[in-house]
Nanobody, 121 residues
Framework: QVQLVESGGGLVQPGGSLRLSCAASGSIFSINAMSWYRQAPGKQRELVAAIRSSGSTDYADSVKGRFTISRDNAKNTVYLQMNSLKPEDTAVYFC???????????????WGQGTLVTVSS
């Protein structure tokens, strides 16, 4: 069974940094795009950043210049380096991957369980 497991969340002061990791495990033939989403209390889930298999990236305007998404294809892992964090970055961060499990021959969307990031003094 394919799953995504996030790590790296926690409590950080405004202006601080955190690095989130998301590892895909199981029988995986190929991974296309990998993304980070977030959902703050009372708000809809929103796309934070995405990275394609080519390495091209997209960012939400609210995090451009502060967050960096990267991936290690050999480890089936995506990272989100978050710098200059603000209280409004507080949310549960979810990993998302568009991947082809071994033996399925089509791409499916998989979500992680989420990791909480709290930015507060």
């Amino acid at each position: 069974q394919v799953q995504l497991v996030e790590s790296g969340g926690g409590l950080v002061q405004p202006g601080g940094s955190l690095r989130l990791s998301c590892a895909a495990s199981g029988s995986i033939f190929s991974i296309n795009a990998m993304s980070w989403y977030r959902q703050a209390p009372g708000k809809q889930r929103e796309l934070v950043a995405a990275i394609r298999s080519s390495g091209s990236t997209d960012y939400a305007d609210s995090v451009k210049g502060r967050f960096t998404i990267s991936r290690d294809n050999a480890k089936n892992t995506v990272y989100l380096q978050m710098n200059s964090l603000k209280p409004e970055d507080t949310a549960v961060y979810f990993c998302n991957a568009d991947l082809m499990p071994g033996g399925l021959y089509r791409y499916i969307e998989v979500w992680g369980q989420g990791t909480l990031v709290t930015v507060s003094s």
